[in-house]
């Protein structure tokens, strides 16, 4: 076996499948399905051997009539282009609103007076609605049991409606 090749391979593959929208997605469907993680590994694992054996079959029927040395120039003008796809979608757009939200987020993880308050929780909520993996672990911190909750109309000096405020802020900017 051609250890080398495996290896190169294998390190090109996992760091551009690392963070990529496909791992985003496992991560919000194990995320909204905490009770069925093995079913979303083997269903999203299978879709990666997948599309893996559509890529290897594809280059190997190319190769049967393109030269590979224009089958490499090829390959880089590609990535190129999926490179500067990447970074000019609306997506990167929308990560870094939500990236922000998190930061923000993460602060009021020490507030203990609004985790038990019912106004933040409710809150939450709304932003849990938008079902982003980004924010799942944040929102999973900052989450408290029903029977912790109090006073609906939140605490003393409550931080519901900043984190709101934020929120309707972030969504904006995601147009
Ligand atoms: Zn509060």
New binding site residues.
Partial sequence: MDLKLFCLTFAAIFLAELGDKTQLATLSFAGRNPHALLLVFVASALALVATSAIGVLAGGFIARYVDPKYMRIGAGVLFLLIGLATLLLPDTKREQAFGRLKTELERYVAVA??RT?A??QGTLGEIAGQRHPRLWWVLRKLHVAPDGRHDPL??PD???DKVRALFEEERKEMG
Avoid: P, V
């Fill in positions: 007076q609004c308050c106004k933040f939140g605490c409550c931080s519901a």
